[in-house]
């Protein structure tokens, strides 16, 4: 079973730009699925993106698609989430998740992914 720490959240301006990571501990995690949800105050999670295992497969939600991209890196046992053009809609807390499974992944799948961080905020505000 794999652990994950979240980084690089923090304040941000409309417009500007964030690289989250999701750093795990643990074997094999180059056969999970991972990838994150946000959950902004007052509303359910939200399914952003996903990454197959080596990462030859990414997924969206469509309120995110041309401003995030996902990537990882299987050396170094993370995945990242480079966010550009942030809105305030954005604000919200990302978790990074990740399920050892075969194949792809929605960014919808993600929810219900069973190994979860603890999450880091990202506000966007001018």
């Known amino acids: 079973q794999l652990q994950f720490v979240e980084s690089g959240g923090g304040l941000v301006q409309p417009g500007g730009s964030l690289r989250l990571s999701c750093a795990a501990s643990?074997?094999?995690?180059?056969?999970?699925?991972v990838g994150w949800v946000r959950q902004a105050p007052g509303k359910e999670r939200e399914g952003v993106s996903c990454?197959?295992?080596?990462?030859?497969?990414?997924n969206y939600a469509d309120s995110v698609k041309g401003r995030f991209a996902i990537s990882r890196d299987n050396v170094k046992n993370t995945v990242y989430l480079q966010m550009n053009n942030l809105e305030p809609e954005d604000t919200a807390v990302y978790y990074c998740?990740?399920?050892?499974?075969?194949?792809?992944?929605?960014?919808?799948?993600?929810?219900?992914?069973?190994?979860w961080g603890k999450g880091t905020l990202v506000t966007v505000s001018s």
């Open positions: 643990g074997a094999f995690f180059d056969r999970y699925l």
């Open positions: 990454i197959s295992s080596r990462g030859g497969r990414t």
């Open positions: 998740a990740a399920d050892f499974a075969p194949g792809g992944c929605t960014a919808d799948s993600v929810r219900a992914m069973p190994y």
